[in-house]
């Protein structure tokens, strides 16, 4: 398996504003996702992020309000932009492929990024 | 598209009792399955896994889940659970055309000591 770190781990953010949560993870990983949990709700997939190119995003979720860069094997970062109420929610950095399994297709979960925007 | 429905919401159970939490998904072909587990202030871990083989497959903690392909089904159970299984519990599938994971709506677990 893989550690993974995400900071903030949690914030108040005022709308209007952006917010950039980073993950680190503590060894190379061949993929990187960002989640979304809404309140009482389950996971939904923003993007995959891909290293050394630009996201691939799902239905629903684009570039400009969730920009997304990950510069190598271990980072990546997820900005919220320009945030709204609706926005509020946990943000979850996940890995697959892990060094030794790198084809491997199991996820693992950081801890999230809580954010209220006001 | 694919999709995942978990049918229980909220579940109570006293300690001891037997648990089946279900799981149905729709794609028609070759998929990966998935259990997650988010207990109170923690994040996500894995609670077993279905990849190919054996359709009862063995998890953490004394879970188990079993593979019904012609029912599209991954129920989860165990059986007799104490209060620390109190979490939510999610169900998981990716199918072989990416690696894209669908989740499930989750099943909130409350064991009563």
């Known amino acids: ?118 | 598209a694919q999709s995942v429905s978990q049918h229980n919401h909220h579940v109570i159970l006293s300690e001891a009792a037997s648990l089946e939490l279900g799981c149905n998904y729709s794609y028609g072909g070759t998929v990966n399955l998935f259990w997650y587990v988010q207990y109170p202030g923690q994040h996500l871990q894995l609670l077993l896994k279905y990849f190919s083989g054996d359709p009862l497959v063995k998890g953490i903690k004394g879970f188990e889940a079993e593979f019904i392909k012609s029912k599209f089904s991954f129920n989860l159970r165990k059986p007799s659970v104490q209060w620390s299984d109190t979490a939510e519990y999610f169900c998981a599938v990716k199918n072989n055309a990416g690696n894209m994971l669908t989740f499930g709506g989750g099943t909130r677990l409350m064991v009563k000591p």
């Open chain 1, 1 to 118: 398996s893989a550690v993974i770190s995400q900071k903030p781990s949690r914030d108040i953010c005022q709308r209007g504003t952006s917010l950039t949560i980073q993950c680190q993870v503590d060894s190379q990983v061949t993929m990187m996702f960002w989640y979304r949990q809404q309140p009482g709700q389950s996971l939904t997939l923003i993007a995959t992020a891909n290293q050394g190119s630009e996201a691939t995003y799902e239905s629903g979720f684009v570039i400009d309000k969730f920009p997304i860069s990950r510069p190598n094997l271990t980072f990546s970062t997820l900005t919220v932009s320009n945030m709204s109420p609706e926005d509020s929610s946990i943000y979850l950095c996940s890995v697959s492929g892990t060094s030794g399994r790198p084809n491997s297709y199991e996820q693992y979960f950081g801890p999230g990024t809580r954010l209220t925007v006001t």
